[in-house]
């Protein structure tokens, strides 16, 4: 199991939050995450809501199906 202080969490989630708000990434705005659990997870959970946005959690392992589903569903 990787393991990262709550610094570097912060710091990781900060820098990537940034990147989301440059790139568009507001209120309202659905950021989908396929990641597998992990620490990076977190990273990619906090930097959405840092941005403003909601994360939307896909399986790395759902059907292509039911990730498009997904995708246009939200």
Request: glycine share 0%; aromatic share 0%.
């Given at each position: 199991m990787t393991y990262i202080s709550y610094r570097q969490l912060h710091e990781k989630s900060g820098g990537l939050a940034r990147i989301l708000a440059e790139k568009g990434?507001?209120?309202d705005t659905i950021v989908g995450l396929v990641l597998?659990?992990?620490?990076d997870m977190i990273v990619g959970i906090l930097a959405v809501l840092k941005a403003g946005g909601a994360y939307l959690?896909?399986?790395p392992d759902y059907p292509q199906e039911r990730v498009d589903f997904m995708l246009k569903d939200s």
């Open positions: 990434v507001k209120p597998e659990r992990s620490p959690p896909i399986d």
